[in-house]
C-alpha cells in the first residue's frame, strides 16, 4: 500500500534504536541506560502528582514548562529564557534541524557519530556533508573549516564515546560565527566539560543535553536545548506549530525533582565512571581495543574476532551490547555500562566465548 507514501518516504532510513528483549532478566548493556534508578524524589514527586493533584491530569501541562525551565537555569546559572524544553533530546534535535540548519549550505557533521543526524537531515531535506574522525576517532576541529549551514556535534561523540576538549569546543564556535554550533551533550555528565559555560559569549552556540542518561530518566523523554533566546525563540516557534505541550505532567515534575537532588546525580555518574573504568581494563585484559571514553559506554574490538559473531554469540547468553553494521565501525562493539555485576557477567561471558571462538 505504498501507493499513497509521500515521496519522502520511500527515501527514508529511519533511525533503528536499540534492541528492548523481552525477557526476564537479559543483562542489557546496548543501549545507554543508566544502571540506577532515579532519585526518589523524583518518584516522590510522581506521587505528590498523582495523589493531591491527580484531578489535573484532564487539564493540559504548562506548554512552556516554566518552573522546570526555571529549575534547570537556576542549577546551570542562567536565565529560564535561555532554556528550552522538549519531548526528549531527540525532538530537541528535530525541531533543530527545522529552525536553525536548514541553509543554502550544507551542515557537517563527523562520519560515525549518531546516526539520527543523516535521518534527521533526509526527513528535513537539509543538505549535510560528513567529515572523517581521525584514525583514533577522535573529532578535528580544524577539519570543520569549510563553508557550511551549521555543525552539528555531540560530545562526548557517539557511538565511540571520545571526548572533546571544551578549549576546542570554543575554537570551533568562535570559527563560525556566520552558522549556528550544535553541541549535543547526550553523555557529557560521564566525563566531558559543559559548553553551557559559553552561551552567554556565543550567540551562534546551541547545547543540547536529556535527563535520560545521567538523571537515569529515558523513560520520562525530557531533553533540553541552552542558547541565546533569539535561538530559543526559533525553537519555540516551530515547537509551537508542531505540537504546543510536548511535556506531560508527570515529566515535568520528575526532570525538575532530578535536578534538584544534585548529590544522587553526582553519586549516580560517579558509580557509572568507576564502572566504565573497570570494564575498560577488563577488556583490555581480554585482548579488546578499547576507545578512550567520556561517556556511560565503551567501544571496543578484538583483532582476533569478529564483532557481529561475538554480539550474536553474547546474545544467545541473553546479554546484550550494540554492533553497528557500518564503515569503519563494523568491527567494534558499543558497550552501555551497567552494574558491577552485569559487567561481570560480560566479561565472564566473553572469556567463555573467546575460548570457544571459531572464526
Known amino acids: 500500500m505504498s501507493r499513497y507514501w509521500s515521496d519522502i518516504v520511500s527515501r527514508l532510513k529511519p ?5 528492548q528483549p523481552a525477557l526476564a532478566h537479559p543483562v ?17 514527586a510522581i506521587r505528590h502528582e498523582l495523589g493531591e ?7 493540559y501541562p504548562d506548554p512552556t514548562a516554566r518552573t522546570l525551565r526555571e529549575t534547570v537555569a537556576a542549577y546551570h546559572g542562567i ?5 528550552f524544553a522538549g519531548n526528549g533530546s531527540d525532538e530537541v534535535l528535530a525541531l533543530t534541524f527545522q529552525a536553525l540548519l536548514k541553509h543554502d549550505k ?7 557519530t549518531y546516526s539520527f543526524y543523516p535521518t534527521y537531515a533526509r526527513l528535513f531535506e537539509v543538505e549535510y556533508r560528513t567529515i572523517p574522525l581521525d584514525d583514533a576517532f577522535a573529532i578535528r576541529v580544524d577539519d570543520y573549516a569549510a563553508p557550511n549551514g551549521g555543525v552539528l556535534l555531540p560530545n562526548p561523540n557517539a557511538p565511540t564515546g571520545h571526548p572533546l576538549p571544551l578549549q576546542e569546543i570554543e575554537r570551533l564556535v568562535a570559527q563560525h560565527a556566520e552558522s549556528v554550533v550544535v553541541i549535543d551533550e547526550a553523555y557529557v555528565d560521564f566525563g566531558a566539560q559543559s559548553a553551557i559555560a559559553l552561551i552567554d559569549r556565543y550567540p551562534n552556540l546551541l547545547v543540547v543535553q536529556t535527563v535520560s542518561k545521567s538523571r537515569s530518566l529515558a523513560g520520562m523523554r525530557v531533553g533540553f536545548a541552552f ?27 520528575a526532570a525538575t525533582a532530578a535536578y534538584e537532588d544534585d548529590a544522587w546525580f553526582r553519586d549516580s555518574c560517579a558509580k557509572v565512571i568507576a564502572s566504565r573504568e573497570r570494564l575498560s581494563a577488563g577488556l583490555t585484559a581480554l585482548g579488546f581495543n578499547v576507545v578512550p571514553s ?28 550494540r554492533h553497528f553494521n557500518a564503515p569503519r565501525i563494523d568491527q567494534h562493539l558499543r558497550i552501555s555500562i551497567g552494574t558491577d555485576t552485569e559487567c561481570d557477567l560480560l566479561l565472564e561471558a566473553l572469556q567463555d566465548v573467546l575460548r570457544g571462538y571459531v572464526g
Request: no cysteine.
Open 227 to 253: 542558547g541565546h533566546p533569539a535561538l530559543i525563540d526559533a525553537l519555540t516557534r516551530v515547537k509551537d506549530s508542531f505540537n504546543s505541550y510536548p511535556l506531560d505532567r508527570l515529566a515535568q515534575v
Open 28 to 44: 542489557k548493556l546496548n543501549t545507554n541506560e543508566n544502571p540506577y534508578p532515579p532519585s526518589p524524589r523524583v518518584l516522590e
Open 294 to 321: 567520556g561517556a556511560n559506554f565503551v567501544f571496543a574490538r578484538h583483532e582476533g574476532y569478529d564483532a557481529a559473531a561475538l554480539a550474536a554469540m553474547l546474545r544467545e547468553k541473553e546479554i546484550f551490547v
Open 53 to 59: 493533584h491527580a484531578e489535573s491530569l484532564r487539564r
Open 15 to 19: 533511525y533503528v534504536p536499540g534492541e
Open 79 to 83: 536565565r529560564a529564557e535561555q532554556v
Open 106 to 112: 550544507p551542515i557537517l557533521f563527523p562520519d560515525i
